[in-house]
């Protein structure tokens, strides 16, 4: 799917006329566009086309949290909260740069290590970027969540708080909803588009689908071959399709000054699970409450004291966001290798003078370009761990390709059998190799190239 403007009227027109088009081939009905344009609009929402695309061509993030200190945190605590995510590490390196700069905070020291970049200012940490630990999933629980949130609604939808009820820990759940919700889906899901597909054409125009006409529907129209592909996508790919949901343990201690600790999970079902145990087993009663927030869902256990204080809250994190020109920046950072190893890297180079300009390390994989024979030639080579090739490839770049059919792979001499395996390198990765030397990219089925390009244009922005 192109990168567009999923809360745009054109795409939400676009949208519109391929649901007309299925309601006809599937269930033979007849819609004028102008009748069903103003349904879709009421039943999906922007997050919902996102997650919806992304069942089918999923990027596979390397999730990234970007914490800030105290003294950023009171500066950008207007825009951002504290924590905060981006998909990869160069992202979060463009987002806490930008973020820096916004609040005027001048870093006079970077460290970087393995599993953590520190900027500081003088000796304080002003900010830190570390990879996203994950809570164990806990199937069961995450099942029973998605089985709650079918159908329901992402403003005052008061079966909510009735359906909470059955999670363990949700028993006295209060909420102040007590109508019919609208709006998009408070948790998107495959089986989530197909009721609200169903339960909105009925309450507006009168149309009664069976569940499994509107289930080929919505698979159809989000670019599935049928449902049955849709929702196995979906199952395969379900750890890929959500930014990260926190869940926040206040004041464990009781200090009020206190920063909360916090846990993190791949997608909110598994978070509103955890924070049902969490209330289960709590030694002072709670009381859990839900509200909506600009990240969807957002549940907290208060005390049933005079004194309301939170003890747990979980939401979804914010991606930080950053500009092209920050991104631009980003990039000429290395993150991948250990300072040794970085070394042992460079001194090979250097030992076969080729300039720092003709190499570059992308994944595990070491890519370089030397004259031969009057022609320019990439070589390249997977990199062991202490920073030294094992194997080594080369082909004459003006014969050279990359292909992503498939596996995605280096095609030299003109489509020979002699191809270079790069199919662990990630779609940012293999764009700036062909961006690095010059090769073109083409593949015999345009859904890689497509899915890739708007990938690349996403984290680009």
């Known amino acids: 799917m192109e990168n567009q403007n999923y809360a745009s009227g054109e795409h939400y027109r676009s949208f519109a006329t391929r649901i007309q088009r299925y309601l006809k081939d599937i269930a033979n009905m007849d819609v004028e566009l102008s009748n069903l344009y103003p349904v879709i609009v009421e039943c999906l929402d922007y997050q919902d086309f996102e997650y919806g695309y992304a069942i089918l061509s999923p990027s596979k993030p390397d999730w990234q949290a970007i914490l800030m200190g105290s003294a950023i945190s009171q500066m950008v605590q207007d825009s951002f909260d504290a924590l905060t995510v981006e998909r990869t590490k160069t992202e979060a390196m463009a987002a806490t740069l930008e973020a820096l700069d916004r609040s005027f905070q001048t870093p006079t020291a970077l460290s970087s290590g393995k599993d ?37 609604r992402q403003h005052h939808d008061a079966r909510l ?35 609200a597909l169903r339960e909105d054409l009925e309450k507006e125009l009168n149309i009664q689908l069976k569940q499994h006409q509107a289930q080929e529907i ?29 869940l926040f343990i206040h004041n464990k201690e009781g200090d009020v000054g206190d920063p909360p600790e916090y846990l993190t999970f791949r997608t909110p079902a598994d978070a509103i699970w955890a924070l049902g145990q969490r209330i289960k087993h709590h030694p002072v009663p709670l009381v859990p409450r839900v509200t909506n927030s600009l990240n969807g869902f957002y549940a907290t256990a208060e005390t049933s004291d005079d004194v309301s204080q939170n003890v747990f809250s979980s939401h979804g994190i914010m991606t930080l966001g950053y500009s092209d020109e920050y991104l631009k920046i980003a990039q000429k950072f290395s993150f991948k290798r250990s300072e040794s190893v970085s070394k042992n890297i460079e001194a090979v180079m250097e030992r076969r003078q080729i300039p720092l300009s003709d190499w570059k390390v992308y994944g595990d994989w070491l890519f370089w370009m030397e004259e031969v024979g009057g022609h320019t030639h990439l070589f390249a080579g997977p990199l062991e761990k202490d920073g030294h090739l094992t194997k080594r490839y080369s082909t004459a770049i003006y014969k050279a390709s990359i292909n992503t059919f498939q596996k995605p792979v280096i095609m030299g001499d003109y489509d020979s059998r002699f191809d270079i395996p790069i199919d662990s390198l990630s779609s940012e990765e293999i764009i700036s190799l062909s961006e690095f030397s010059g090769m073109s990219i083409s593949s015999r089925d345009m859904s890689h190239i497509t899915a890739m390009s708007y990938e690349y244009s996403r984290n680009a922005r």
């Open 161 to 195: 708080a009735k359906r909470l009820k059955n999670i363990p820990g949700f028993e006295g759940i209060t909420t102040d909803s007590v109508s019919v919700g609208y709006g998009g889906l408070l948790l998107p899901s495959a089986a989530n588009f197909a009721i």
């Open 116 to 152: 953590k970049i520190e900027f500081y200012a003088g000796d304080e940490v002003i900010a830190s970027i570390v990879p996203m630990c994950f809570e164990e999933v806990n199937v069961v629980g995450r099942q029973r969540v998605v089985s709650v949130f079918k159908g329901i």
């Open 218 to 246: 919505i698979a159809r129209a989000f670019g599935a071959k049928n449902w049955a592909t849709f929702v196995a996508k979906e199952e395969e790919n379900t750890n890929d399709l959500w930014i990260p949901t926190v």
